[in-house]
């Protein structure tokens, strides 16, 4: 297929994308990315720089969100700020859900008939979403394609690093088998650790038991998030300021970093405090700062602060 009639089906496709957003080239392959033997997809949970996406020329496949009365493909028809903006005033919590096997489909033998020998898919962790499960099973549909479908392990930046990885290295002519092993060893490293500000968004969500939450909630508790190698766990302390001391405490204990950033859902005011207390762990530029996606932010709710990161001494020290 030629690359100009590749293009126009990738962009104007409405199975993939709607042409009516800027935001909408979160999802162009770009002829980079096109002429790569080893062609990089991920989800829209990745949080990667719509820059990077197009540099790299990944493929993101985006997650479904029902906010109120209205359907939504998250980055494509519902930004970050859209998002943030509408959720206090919600009368119902949002919903998600994976694309379906044949979405995932699409996307691969697009990929295929542009030109591309191998597809390296990587998703959100098994523990926490279906949608690499979905991912795996249109991989195996695909007999005569060459699909690999990687559990990252990780959420958010988390993932991203690791897609950001894959792709330069994909960019470069590694085949995928090299790639995995890289992939793999940072997957050691690479960690993401969150105070969130209330447990009512896991409570609705099925993250948490519901007893567990009211109890949370009424005790006024902050609970942590910390997630490694596809393993995540929830520890409570009771204010803000101690959430904040644990999420430095963690933050000194992986140190030094290769990859740094913040996350944050809709309080961007703070990710800038949090940003001035870790200027001694990335000295070469101001830390990333990243407001999570809506697929992401559905589950853990407005005030979710905290840091994706890798470690560069290849630590593998237990999580808390």
């Given at each position: 297929?030629?690359?100009?009639?590749?293009?126009?089906?990738i962009?104007?496709?409405?199975?993939?994308?709607?042409?009516?957003?800027?935001?909408?080239l979160?999802?162009?392959?770009?002829?980079?990315?096109?002429?790569?033997?080893?062609?990089?997809?991920?989800?829209?949970?990745?949080?990667?720089?719509?820059?990077?996406?197009?540099?790299?020329?990944?493929?993101?496949?985006?997650?479904?969100?029902?906010?109120?009365?209205?359907?939504?493909?998250?980055?494509?028809?519902?930004?970050?700020?859209d998002?943030?903006?509408?959720l206090p005033?919600?009368?119902?919590?949002?919903?998600?859900?994976?694309?379906?096997?044949?979405?995932?489909a699409?996307?691969?033998?697009?990929?295929?008939?542009?030109?591309?020998?191998?597809?390296?898919?990587?998703?959100?962790?098994?523990?926490?979403?279906?949608?690499?499960?979905?991912?795996?099973?249109?991989?195996?549909?695909?007999?005569?394609?060459?699909?690999?479908?990687?559990?990252?392990?990780?959420?958010?930046?988390?993932?991203?690093?690791?897609?950001?990885?894959?792709?330069?290295?994909a960019?470069?002519?590694?085949?995928?088998?090299?790639?995995?092993?890289?992939?793999?060893?940072?997957m050691?490293?690479?960690?993401?650790?969150?105070?969130?500000k209330?447990?009512?968004?896991?409570?609705?969500?099925?993250?948490?038991?519901?007893?567990?939450?009211?109890?949370?909630?009424?005790?006024?508790?902050?609970?942590?998030?910390?997630?490694?190698?596809?393993?995540?766990?929830?520890?409570?302390?009771?204010?803000?300021?101690?959430?904040?001391?644990?999420?430095?405490?963690?933050?000194?204990?992986?140190?030094?970093?290769?990859?740094?950033?913040?996350?944050?859902?809709?309080?961007?005011?703070?990710?800038?405090?949090?940003?001035?207390?870790?200027?001694?762990y990335?000295?070469?530029?101001?830390?990333e700062?990243?407001?999570?996606?809506?697929?992401?932010?559905?589950?853990?709710?407005?005030?979710?602060l905290g840091?994706?990161?890798?470690?560069?001494?290849?630590?593998?020290?237990?999580?808390?």
């Amino acid at each position: 297929m030629e690359l100009g009639n590749f293009l126009s089906k990738i962009i104007y496709s409405p199975q993939i994308l709607s042409p009516n957003q800027d935001n909408t080239l979160l999802f162009l392959l770009y002829y980079n990315g096109y002429k790569m033997s080893v062609q990089i997809v991920t989800d829209s949970t990745c949080d990667l720089s719509l820059e990077t996406i197009r540099n790299l020329g990944i493929t993101v496949i985006p997650l479904n969100i029902h906010l109120g009365d209205t359907d939504y493909l998250d980055g494509v028809d519902l930004s970050r700020d859209d998002f943030y903006d509408q959720l206090p005033s919600q009368k119902s919590f949002p919903k998600t859900a994976a694309p379906s096997a044949g979405v995932f489909a699409k996307y691969y033998n697009n990929l295929f008939e542009a030109g591309a020998n191998h597809v390296l898919s990587i998703h959100i962790a098994e523990s926490l979403s279906a949608t690499v499960n979905i991912a795996r099973i249109a991989a195996q549909d695909l007999k005569t394609r060459s699909v690999t479908v990687l559990d990252s392990g990780q959420l958010s930046l988390g993932m991203g690093f690791l897609v950001e990885r894959a792709a330069q290295m994909a960019k470069a002519g590694h085949s995928v088998e090299e790639i995995l092993v890289v992939l793999k060893q940072q997957m050691l490293r690479t960690y993401v650790f969150a105070s969130l500000k209330t447990l009512e968004y896991l409570k609705r969500s099925g993250r948490m038991n519901a007893a567990v939450a009211q109890i949370g909630e009424i005790l006024k508790i902050k609970p942590l998030l910390f997630m490694n190698q596809g393993k995540s766990s929830i520890s409570k302390v009771r204010t803000q300021k101690t959430a904040t001391e644990q999420l430095l405490a963690w933050l000194d204990q992986y140190a030094h970093y290769e990859k740094l950033a913040i996350l944050h859902a809709g309080i961007a005011d703070e990710a800038e405090i949090l940003r001035d207390l870790v200027k001694t762990y990335w000295t070469t530029s101001p830390v990333e700062i990243t407001q999570i996606t809506p697929a992401l932010g559905s589950h853990l709710g407005i005030g979710a602060l905290g840091f994706a990161c890798v470690s560069k001494d290849g630590s593998t020290k237990e999580s808390l």
